[in-house]
Structures are given as C-alpha cells and as structure tokens.
Antibody, heavy 127, light 108 residues
Framework: QVQLVQSGAEVKKPGASVKVSCKAS????????MHWVRQAPGQGLEWMGW????????NYAQKFQGRVTMTRDTSISTAYMELSRLRSDDTAVYYC????????????????????WGQGTLVTVSS | EIVLTQSPGTLSLSPGERATLSCRAS???????LAWYQQKPGQAPRLLIY???SRATGIPDRFSGSGSGTDFTLTISRLEPEDFAVYYC?????????FGPGTKVDIK
C-alpha cells in the first residue's frame, strides 16, 4: 500500500532553515510528482510547490520563491523540502502529498490532485 | 490565481441529517478539476471527491459531488458520527492549485 512517512517535529529559531523529509513506499517513486502543502495552526491548506522525482524539476509557489528548495534522493525514495530564513509565521504543519496522474485524450498528464498524504511534520519557529 | 470561497463557514447538524456544502470559484475551473477533502483534528486531509463528482477509492456513497464552471457542491446524504470534520475544496485545473478556506461540520 502507498505510504508517505515524514520526519519528526522541529523547533527552529527565526532566520534558521528546516529540512523535512518524506519517504515513499508502495509505488514507483519516480512515477508521480511530490507536492508540499502547509497548514498554519487553525488555518487552511496552502500549496508550496512540487518536485518531479524523475527529473528533479521543481515548481514553487510564488510566495515561497527564493526561500524553498525541494530535492529528492531516488535511491531511497525520499523527497525533501527545505525552507530557509524562517519567520514565526512559518510555524505550521508541513505535509508531503503525492500528485495524481490522469489521461486526457490518450495522453497521461500529472495533476495537482493529492491522493496520498504524509502524516505531517510540525515546524515551530520561536525565539 | 483562482480564489475559492466556501459556505457556510460552519454547519451545525445532527447525525442522520443531510449536509450541503458550497464551493464557489472566482473563475471557471478548467475541466471540472475540483476536489473535496475531509480533515479531522490531528490528521492529514483525505481525498473524497475528484473531477467534481467522482468518489475516491473507498469513499462511501453517502458522499457526492456536483457542479461545474464556478459553482460546486458536496453533499453528505446522511451524516454519520465520523463525518463531523472540516471539508476543503481544491481546484487543480489551473496553476497554482488553490484551496478554499474550509467548512466545519459540527454536531448540533
């Protein structure tokens, strides 16, 4: 069965960086984009970007451009999300989520539809 | 980017009642690429509906989705105790993908 297992909670000081991991199992890691979504306490869901595990290509939400880096290690089926220059309003639960694929007129395309999610990683930014 | 608005913010109902949740988009959602997720406290979201009206694997048939263009609806025909949660809509037809602010369904 598909599983996404994330690294544990982190506490960071403002200005520091955090790197969250997401280990995938139960499917071909390079066959599906991996997305990152965050949720501040008591708030809604915010998409951060994706990585194509096959090519390493990335696409980041404009809000996070310059501060986020998504990478992967295909040898261990793990995706990473690093967020730098942390601020207090970066305090949130960070989720990895597998993007889905669909077929349109006989062509397989990737879509930002999240069929499997990690359990979430709480990142607390506090001085 | 497409802005999604959900209403009501909170829906207070009793088990066995019907729940109707609305999601409105600021512009037409391409190919009806509209999804609904359920989230319970301390848990990750769970995909319920995709393509506006298709149920995800393992989702009970009391959950149904409808709509197109800019107006979409999630209906829970008879609320079970485990259905009290927050529900988010998401459009994935245009980049960036965006989520609505959520509707909380709580016990009356």
């Amino acid at each position: 069965q598909v599983q996404l297992v994330q690294s544990g909670a982190e506490v960071k000081k403002p200005g520091a960086s955090v790197k969250v991991s997401c280990k995938a199992s139960g499917y071909t890691f390079t066959g599906y984009y991996m997305h990152w979504v965050r949720q501040a306490p008591g708030q809604g869901l915010e998409w951060m970007g994706w990585i194509n595990p096959n090519s390493g290509g990335t696409n980041y939400a404009q809000k996070f451009q310059g501060r986020v880096t998504m990478t992967r290690d295909t040898s261990i089926s793990t995706a990473y999300m690093e967020l730098s220059r942390l601020r207090s309003d970066d305090t949130a639960v960070y989720y990895c989520a597998r993007g889905s694929i669909t077929m349109v007129r006989g062509v397989i395309i990737t879509v930002a539809l999240f069929d499997y999610w990690g359990q979430g990683t709480l990142v607390t930014v506090s001085s | 980017e497409i802005v999604l608005t959900q209403s009501p913010g909170t829906l207070s109902l009793s088990p066995g009642e019907r729940a109707t949740l609305s999601c409105r988009a600021s512009q037409s959602v391409s190919s009806s690429y509209l999804a609904w997720y359920q989230q319970k406290p301390g848990q990750a979201p769970r995909l319920l509906i995709y393509g506006a009206s298709s149920r995800a694997t393992g989702i009970p048939d009391r959950f149904s989705g409808s709509g197109s263009g800019t107006d979409f609806t999630l209906t829970i025909s008879r609320l079970e105790p485990e259905d009290f949660a927050v529900y988010y809509c998401q459009q994935y037809g245009s980049s960036p993908t965006t989520f609505g602010p959520g509707t909380k369904v709580d016990i009356k």
